[in-house]
């Protein structure tokens, strides 16, 4: 047995990488592999080269969730100390540059996948129903990368084909070049008819590739981000009204736990899964170790509380605006609410409490349980890096609530009213009789919080300023005595107007590429 390692390209106007890819990138395959040229030909071949895309997103999604996260007033940074993980207070606190790490992985990462996405659209002859299948899930994939990419850059480089050597040095597109793009690829994938649809809502096989569904949601939202409500409410109806999906009508504290992957509400997932001989290859993340809370500032009470992964280190932990924003919809004994937060009082009732003396940074009392690591779900026992929880990256419930603004935007109050009472219902909230766009908005902060999508929807509402303007210039502490004050101060720290709508373009593409211009405002 031999590895083929496929590389990578690591920019839209980046040389080749000269570094390799990533483990997860690998393929195993027997025998002689042959060239790049003559590789795209079985169906073999094929899953193979399809398989190492969908692991692609495994690839993102961690940079992608931390970013997405801590630009928004969802969570603050936290960790042991201030200063524990510098990278993630400078994203939390608006703190940081063209160079920062995590925003060239991600740029990098995003671009990677597009290179995978396009071996597959320009290399596999589509001979068979299988090849078909697999264009079509490139064109998605191709897609979903751009609209990260337009989003979150605005202006990062168009790249729709395979670079030859002397086209490396991409410079920037438009925003509408791009959205124009991700709005074709998407069309393309749905007008194949090669994406499959799920046989009904409970159709688990179908749930973990990319289906017809999934594409036209993803081109509801892309329309939603343009603004484009007409044509958004069509393609988001259709994706309702084909009742292939359904929200998960489990135990709400489940949403994002073992229990709810791939279920009928999954739309797009990382795929894990329990199997230890396989997950250490495939499956490690610090994900969930570092969204779990301070273990070792923290003692059990109760010999219960180790069935909770140990060793975890306590990022990104829940803003006291968002348990007052829950407070405000639900009150205090909410559903959803202690479903989704636990305040300090409901953890020591449960058993767990701050050692004496200690305290926690970037903490205001409030505990992340909605994205809590179970040791139950470990697939190596005692190893928080492997934990066979999916990461969300689009659930129905997005679906509805896309719907819903595209619906009020476009002026069908009572569609936009019966979609966000789906929610409601299910959040054991009363109907509401008519809504608004800041019910909307109220809403989707609610249900979809921790789930990546907060800081653009601020920022394409035109609400960032006001919401993450002050953002970062106070940092909170909480000790053992359950008190939460102010243990640091940052007056440059904050959301700026006209500058961080858009990400910089990494200082590395920059320092290669001539052609490529930084964003407004960045140097």
């Known amino acids: 047995m031999m590895k083929k390692t496929i590389y990578a390209l690591a920019l839209g106007a980046m040389c080749l990488l000269t570094t390799g890819c990533e483990d997860y990138l690998d393929i195993e395959k027997h025998g002689n592999m042959g060239s790049l040229e003559t590789y795209y030909q079985t169906d073999e071949e094929v899953q193979g080269a399809t398989a190492s895309l969908f692991q692609s997103l495994n690839g993102v999604s961690n940079n992608w969730s931390f970013i997405n996260n801590l630009l928004s007033d969802d969570v603050w940074a936290g960790g042991g100390s201030r200063g524990d993980n510098a990278t993630l207070e400078q994203l939390n606190e608006f703190n940081f540059g063209s160079d920062h790490g995590s925003v060239q992985d991600l740029y990098k990462s995003l671009y990677t996948m597009i290179y995978n996405a396009n071996l597959i659209i320009e290399k596999t002859a589509g001979d068979t129903p299988l090849q078909k299948q697999a264009i079509a899930e490139a064109y998605f994939f ?29 410079g920037n597109a438009t925003p509408e070049e791009m959205w124009a793009f991700v709005e074709k690829d998407l069309n393309t994938a749905i007008s194949s008819g090669n994406l499959p649809s799920k046989s009904g809502v409970n159709d688990e096989a179908n749930a973990i590739r990319i289906t017809k569904e999934t594409a036209l949601a993803m081109l509801g939202k892309a329309q939603v981000f343009q603004g484009k409500y007409s044509e958004a409410a069509k393609n988001l109806d259709a994706v309702i009204e084909s009742k292939k999906y359904d929200l998960y009508r489990g135990d709400y504290a489940d949403i994002i736990q073992p229990a709810a992957n791939n279920s009928c509400e999954s739309m797009i997932e990382v795929q894990r899964r329990k199997d230890a001989e396989n997950g250490t290859n495939y499956y490690f993340t610090w994900y969930y170790t570092m969204l779990g809370w301070r273990t070792d500032k923290h003692q059990p009470t109760n010999p219960g509380f180790y069935k909770f992964a140990q060793g975890t280190w306590g990022f990104c932990n829940p803003r006291k605006s968002l348990y007052d924003a829950f407070v405000a919809t639900e009150g205090k004994d909410g559903y959803r609410l202690n479903s989704t937060l636990h305040t300090y009082a409901q953890m020591k009732d449960l058993g767990l409490e701050l050692q004496p003396g200690k305290s926690l940074t970037g903490h205001e009392g409030y505990y992340n349980w909605k994205n809590r690591a179970m040791a139950e779900n470990e697939i190596v026992p005692f190893m928080g890096a492997f934990i066979y929880t999916n990461i969300k990256v689009m659930r129905y419930a997005e679906v509805l609530l896309l719907a819903a603004e595209a619906h009020v935007q476009s002026g069908n109050v009572a569609k936009a009213t019966e979609y966000v009472n789906i929610i409601r219902e299910r959040a054991k909230l009363a109907p509401l009789a008519t809504v608004t766009m800041d019910d909307v908005k109220n809403e989707k902060r609610l249900e979809l919080c921790f789930e990546n999508v907060r800081f653009l929807d601020l920022v394409r509402w035109g609400d960032a300023p006001k919401m993450l303007g002050n953002q970062g210039k106070e940092i909170y502490n909480f000790s053992s005595d359950g008190k939460s004050s102010v243990q640091f101060t940052n007056t440059s720290a904050g959301f700026v107007a006209g500058k961080h709508e858009y990400l910089p373009i990494p200082l590395k593409e920059l320092e290669l590429n001539p052609n490529m211009k930084q964003n407004e405002g960045w140097r």
Do not use: C, I, S
Request: net charge positive; hydrophobic share 50%.
């Open 142 to 170: 191709r897609a979903w990368a751009n609209f990260q990419l337009v989003a979150l850059w605005g202006t990062p480089a168009k790249v729709d084909h395979l670079l030859a050597p002397n086209e490396y040095r991409q």
